[in-house]
């Protein structure tokens, strides 16, 4: 594939993804998900301020890692686009973000009684462990928007290693080494949050041991489950009449 095919194939499935993401629940009015750029890792690909639902690949900006619109055409950017470079800055794995606000994700993030834990088995990738982040701790009173890079680095180290990094008050992170992988997780975190509080409703859940996460990650994240979850959500919101 040429480059400039490359290029047009990963912008057409990150609209794809803002369309899915929309589609499935994960962002309303806000939210975003960008893509590292597939020629030159110190930049990234993310829509311009639109919500996800509404975005076409004209909307598709490039930023350098510090959030610099290489360029903007008149567009503007999302304000949170730190949140993408720290990630891309601190994880050479990672090549796919999602920054959301699911409504069910966020009880989980300001509350001391209950942990986000893997309930379910296609919910293995959220991982065995949760963190959350609080922007209060070393930025104090703010909107909770992450628009310095130090906010954006600062949330990155604590998502770590991680796929999923609960946001205080806020919403998430999300990331994965492909668009694919970062939508299937989000969509998933969403889906988990809502059954761990169903469940916990009930009594005491069942969470999944580290090993049976290790296992089912190995199957979710393969080229079989991702490309039939892909098909499915892509026909759901009707990605091929893009």
Known sequence: MSTTADLAATIRELVHANRILAHEGVVDAFGHVSVRHPHDPQRYLLACSRSPAIVTAADIMEFTLEGEAVDARGRRPYAERPIHGA???MRPDVNAVVHNHAYEVVPFSVSGAATLRAITHVSAVIGATVPVWDIRDKFGDTNLLVVTMAQGRDLAATLGGGRVALMRGHGCVVAGGTVRAAVNTAIYLRVNAM????????GDPQFLSSGEI??????QLSALALDRAWEYWSARAGCSAL
């Open 87 to 89: 990630v891309y800055e």
């Open 195 to 202: 059954l761990q509080q169903q469940a916990m409703q009930l």
């Open 214 to 219: 290790e296992r089912c990650v190995e199957l």
